[in-house]
């Protein structure tokens, strides 16, 4: 008769559970601690951070201001009637004086730039961003701890998958990230475009917070899209996902990679452009991703041969 397996008690049990709960909460302290290290360190360091996430803003504003520096573009057909209509001929020459005089002593401060609508929001700000810049630079030690929770109630197999997808997670991460960056140039000048249809002279005064708003929203949306490969090797680990189930269904791919289009938060043309060619791109090189991981299975499986 075969050896039944020892089954655990229920005071057992409730010790298990009880221990595992104990290293949660050890973990999730962990990670709270490391979030917080990280805002103090991204609070000590706000004008940096605030100077590089405004500078795709910053160099369309420099633009913008060089571009439109003349107030006095109105008043065409003043000059016109100069000559012949005293009265134009003052109004003329007084336009002519206001924009001698605004070119001798320009104003001290541009004609675009940023603003505050409430006595509490510059901090509000500086504080939102430490705190989320904190997750940011936390997230390694977080994943870590995370890992180091799960890792042990999995085989030595089961391990295997993490040592090939958190550091490909991390890369696609990264390319994500920094072609969101980029684009935020490219968005900035779209958007600034606009102000040319308007009468001048018209000006920009951007509210910070917004603005970090709509730079978290794009640069997540880039990250998010650049982790396809690694839900689809995830989905392939799981058996649930196959190399030939990629290309057959390559349609799939193009729905994706309109939805992606659509969830951009701007409306410019070159930001939906590189989401959908993005999406379309990694969905097709993730079928390489997936064939290394049948690869994987296929040489760790070793199904027992009898005598």
């Known amino acids: 008769m075969a050896d039944e397996k020892p089954q655990l008690t229920n005071d057992e049990k409730r010790m298990a559970l009880t221990e595992h709960l104990g290293e949660l909460r050890t973990r999730l302290m962990r990670s709270i601690a490391y979030i917080i290290v990280g805002a103090i360190l991204a609070y000590q360091i706000f004008p940096y951070i605030y100077t590089f996430l405004y500078k795709p803003l910053n160099v369309e504003i420099e633009r913008w201001n060089k571009e439109h520096g003349k107030i006095v573009n109105a008043g065409i057909e003043v000059i016109k009637h100069a000559d012949h209509d005293p009265v134009a001929?003052?109004?003329?020459?007084?336009?002519?004086?206001?924009?001698?005089?605004?070119?001798?002593?320009?104003?001290?401060?541009?004609?675009?730039?940023?603003?505050?609508?409430?006595?509490?929001?510059?901090?509000?700000?500086?504080?939102?961003?430490?705190?989320?810049?904190?997750?940011?630079?936390?997230?390694?030690?977080?994943?870590?701890?995370?890992?180091?929770?799960?890792?042990p109630a999995l085989t030595k197999e089961e391990r295997k998958p993490f040592r090939l997808l958190i550091p490909t997670s991390a890369v696609l991460l990264t390319m994500g990230v920094t072609l969101g960056y980029n684009t935020m140039f490219y968005a900035m000048h779209w958007f600034l475009s606009y102000m040319d249809e308007y009468p001048q002279p018209a000006i920009l005064q951007q509210d910070p917070h917004t603005y970090v708003l709509f730079f978290m929203k794009l640069i997540a949306v880039f990250g998010i899209v650049f982790q396809l490969p690694i839900v689809l090797m995830s989905l392939s680990f799981l058996g649930l996902v196959t190399s030939k189930g990629i290309i057959k269904g390559w349609r799939w791919g193009i729905i994706l990679s309109a939805v992606g289009a659509i969830c951009v938060p701007s409306n410019d043309y070159i930001t939906m452009a590189l989401i959908s060619s993005s999406i379309l791109f990694l969905y097709f090189i993730s079928f390489f991703f997936v064939r290394y991981v049948e690869y994987i299975k296929k040489r760790h499986k070793k199904p027992a041969e009898p005598k």
């Open 89 to 151: 001929k003052i109004e003329y020459d007084q336009l002519v004086d206001a924009h001698n005089k605004l070119i001798d002593n320009p104003p001290s401060r541009a004609s675009s730039g940023i603003t505050f609508r409430d006595f509490f929001a510059p901090f509000m700000t500086h504080f939102s961003m430490s705190l989320i810049f904190g997750l940011i630079l936390a997230t390694p030690w977080v994943a870590w701890e995370m890992f180091q929770f799960v890792v």
